[in-house]
Nanobody
C-alpha cells in the first residue's frame, strides 16, 4: 500500500518561508497526480498545489506566485516539496500530502478528491501576524 510521510511544518511570522516535504513510496505505477491539500479549523480541505507524472503543475489562486511544488522521482519513491514563501496568516492550516495513482494528469478538484485513496498524516503550518 502506498505510503506518504510529510515533514517540514512549523510556526513562522507573516512574510516568512517554510518548505514541506512528502516522501511517497510503495507504489508501482509510473503515472500519477500528487500534491498538497490543506485544511484549516472549521473549513473544508482545499487543494493547494499539484504535480503530475508529466510534470504539469496546478496552484490554487490564493498561493500562485508564493508557493512552488517540485518533485524528485527515484526508482522506488517520489519526494514532493512545497516551497512556501511570503506566508500569510490565512495559510495557517494542516497540510496533507496526497496521491492519485494510475493516471498521468490531475483531474478537476472535486473528482480528484473523490479518487484519492492515499493521504499523509498531515503537518501543521502556523503563520502569525
Amino acid at each position: 500500500q502506498v505510503q506518504l510521510v510529510e515533514s517540514g511544518g512549523g510556526s513562522v511570522q507573516a512574510g516568512g518561508s517554510l518548505r514541506l516535504m512528502c516522501v511517497v513510496s510503495r507504489y508501482t505505477t509510473s503515472t500519477y497526480c500528487m500534491g498538497w491539500f490543506r485544511q484549516a479549523p472549521g473549513k473544508e480541505r482545499e487543494g493547494v498545489a499539484l504535480i503530475d507524472s508529466n510534470r504539469g503543475t496546478w496552484y490554487a489562486n490564493s498561493v500562485k506566485g508564493r508557493f512552488t511544488i517540485s518533485q524528485i522521482n527515484t526508482e522506488n519513491k517520489n519526494t514532493l516539496y512545497l516551497q512556501m514563501n511570503s506566508l500569510e496568516p490565512e495559510d495557517t492550516a494542516m497540510y496533507y500530502c496526497a496521491a492519485d495513482l494510475g493516471i498521468p494528469y490531475c483531474m478537476d478538484l472535486p473528482l480528484l478528491r473523490a479518487r484519492i485513496k492515499s493521504w499523509g498524516q498531515g503537518t501543521q503550518v502556523t503563520v502569525s501576524s
